[in-house]
């Protein structure tokens, strides 16, 4: 069984410039998660899908960040214009729903560096 | 105050010493995972453990859900075990929760 994928695995930018990053879950997982990871810190969750639907994008810095699931299955997360305080390990992560929490899983990362 | 502390920060040992690696949680927590991160890799799920203990070969979580905390415990170290270790808690809200986690370092 694949795991989760994640692309591209670095991005290196100038301030101001877009980006994009791509996840795809492990088969059957529902829910998918957005994690941003600075230098030396632990994970943080950005946001959080079930199938295609938003759960919780409270921590998403709405005026730059997107992320969008629409066939509740890959996801895309969008930074619109980029500052040196993005740079960072963007992860992805997968589980199924079972009521009281799940196991997750995660990808790669993104490493991003913003110049 | 942070949701979920870890100690040490940091642990050096030589190859064939045990460590020992806590986790506080000032939440009630309903799901708990330890993770493995190697430098500049992914994070590796080690356990998935609400409660109690549990075993993967020379690794033992134990986790006391009422008293708010959790240990990984590595037995024989080896260099290969050199990496970031993190906690992390979920509290009924479907998210994670993470510490800063503990950097293992073993010598040879």
């Known amino acids: 069984e694949a795991g989760v994928t994640q692309s591209p695995r670095y991005a290196v930018l100038q301030e101001g410039q877009a980006v994009s990053f791509w996840c795809d879950p492990i088969s059957g997982h529902d829910t998918l998660y957005w994690y941003q990871q600075p230098r030396d810190q632990g994970p943080q969750l950005l946001v959080y899908f079930r199938d295609e639907a938003v759960i919780d994008n409270s921590q998403l810095p709405s005026d730059r960040f997107s992320a969008v699931r629409p066939k509740g299955t890959n996801s895309t997360l969008k930074i619109q214009s980029a500052k040196q305080g993005d740079t960072a390990t963007y992860l992805c992560?997968?589980?199924?729903?079972?009521?009281?929490?799940?196991?997750?899983?995660f990808g790669p990362g993104t490493r991003l560096t913003v110049l | 105050g942070q949701q979920v502390q870890q100690s040490p920060a940091s642990l050096v040992l030589q190859e064939g010493e045990n460590a020992e690696l806590q986790c506080n949680f000032s939440s009630t927590a309903t799901r708990l995972q330890w993770f493995y991160q190697h430098p500049g890799g992914r994070l590796v799920s080690l356990f998935y453990?609400?409660?109690g203990t549990k075993h993967t070969g020379r690794l033992t979580s134990t986790t006391v859900t009422n008293e708010r905390r959790s240990s990984l415990h590595i037995s024989s170290s080896q260099t290969t075990d050199s990496g970031t270790y993190f906690c992390a808690i979920d509290t009924n809200t479907g998210k994670l929760t993470f510490g800063d986690g503990t950097v293992l370092t073993v010598k040879p």
């Open positions: 992560a997968s589980s199924f729903y079972s009521g009281g929490g799940a196991e997750q899983f």
């Open positions: 453990n609400p409660s």
